[in-house]
């Protein structure tokens, strides 16, 4: 492993950033930066002091422009079918990550690039974001997620623009349409970033990680169904020291000091 296509640094404390280090291709993603973003989430997984994941690219010209091409070419289907079934386990793997996740996108998002975003809870995007799924230009399709991750984040007849007609998703349009949580400018990115940092370690690591798998679990069941999760969820979170510790905390009129139990 080179390690040195995905750059793990401290945030802050209990924060971790993985950055995308591959500036001269636009971090382009490549089958070695997929294993080693897999390595990192592996690890910070099961890392108890690690409260939450921010994903940014390296030059602030792209977050990740979209697959290495030069990968695809000269129709070796035994390699590309590796190589996507692979970025597909890794993407979906991002996806239920167990701690809150940042895409902070500043640049080109592309192709698979977007698809890491869209795995993310939380997109920051800056006014120079330019995303979308271009594959279609390449006679293909999104092989990632992408056309059922998008399509669940903004509609039907926003997705099909994007894909259909091969359209970038600006950072202001990507806000207006409730798919970025943040809009900053360039020169706040880094800003917005600490921010949105800062803000993931008020809350409660257990209710983080069940509020990501209601959500996730959700949003395909039946509403009733999601409902009655959603309360078994509540009344563990309730019997939980942290549960407890949030009450006596909010009484108390101090800051909780949760333990992830």
Known sequence: MSENLVIRETVLDGIVRLRFNRPEKLNALSTPMVEELDHHLDQLALDPQVRGLVLVGTGGRAFIAGADIAEYQGGKHEKFTAYQLRSRSVFDKLETFPKPTIAAVQGYALGGGFEIALCCDILICAHSARMGLPEGRLGLSPGGGGT???????????????????????????????????LCTDEAFDEAIELHSRALLSIAPLAQAQMKRLMRQGIDAAQSTAQSLEQEVLFRLYASEDGQEGIDAFLEKRTPLFKGR
Do not use: P
């Not at 998008?150 to 202001?172: C, F, W």
């Open 148 to 182: 059922q991750r998008l399509l669940r984040s903004i509609g039907k007849h926003a997705a099909s623009d994007v894909m259909l007609a091969g359209r970038y998703l600006y950072g202001e349009r990507a806000y207006q349409l409730g798919l970025a949580s943040v």
